[in-house]
């Protein structure tokens, strides 16, 4: 169900497990308008597992004004692999020492209403607090999520 993002404010507040249907409900939208996202091994499974089980460092949802959410974010380990090495050569630091903003997923009728860059800068400022570097993966063809995150000050430094 999309709705208009016009006069819909939002706060970000902490996830909790009773968002869980509402989030899967956003995820489905996104399934419906596009094939590709999230993956297949992801489509097979627990949409539910799948959006919290990588972030394991903190979890956050915008909800709007009658406390329904329409979007979220989280942030997680880095796990090893391409990624993970480009970011520590380019950064020069230790794996350990990086957190992943991850499954950053907003409801289709509040794109292009900040909702995103909210949540995006809630998860910054977490992995800031907690001394860690905040790094992600933005899939090519996502040309909104890649705006979105050179106008909030992010750099590209390579492709895996």
């Known amino acids: 169900m999309?709705?208009?993002a016009t006069d819909r404010p939002f706060t970000v507040r902490a996830w909790h497990s009773g968002d869980d249907p509402a989030l899967v409900g956003i995820l489905r939208a996104h399934m419906e308008r596009d094939p590709g996202w999230p993956p297949?091994?992801?489509r097979g499974g627990d949409l539910g597992k799948w959006l919290g089980e990588p972030a394991t460092l903190g979890r956050w949802v915008a909800v709007d004004?009658?406390?329904?959410?329409?979007?979220?974010?989280?942030?997680g380990p880095v796990e090893p692999g391409e990624a993970a090495d480009l970011w520590t050569?380019?950064?020069g630091c230790d794996p350990g020492t990086l957190a992943q903003v991850c499954r950053n997923l907003v409801e289709p009728g509040m794109?292009?209403?900040g909702v995103s860059a909210g949540?995006?800068?809630?998860?910054l400022r977490a992995a800031i607090d907690a001394g860690r570097i905040h790094v992600a993966t933005v899939?090519?063809?996502r040309q909104a999520s890649l705006a979105m995150m050179h106008s909030a000050g992010w750099?590209?430094?390579g492709n895996v």
Do not use: K
């Open 119 to 123: 949540l995006t800068r809630v998860a």
């Open 40 to 42: 297949a091994y992801a």
């Open 111 to 113: 794109r292009r209403s």
């Open 65 to 75: 004004s009658g406390e329904e959410p329409v979007g979220h974010v989280g942030i």
């Open 139 to 141: 899939l090519q063809d």
């Open 155 to 157: 750099c590209v430094v």
């Open 2 to 4: 999309e709705r208009d």
């Open 89 to 91: 050569a380019a950064l």
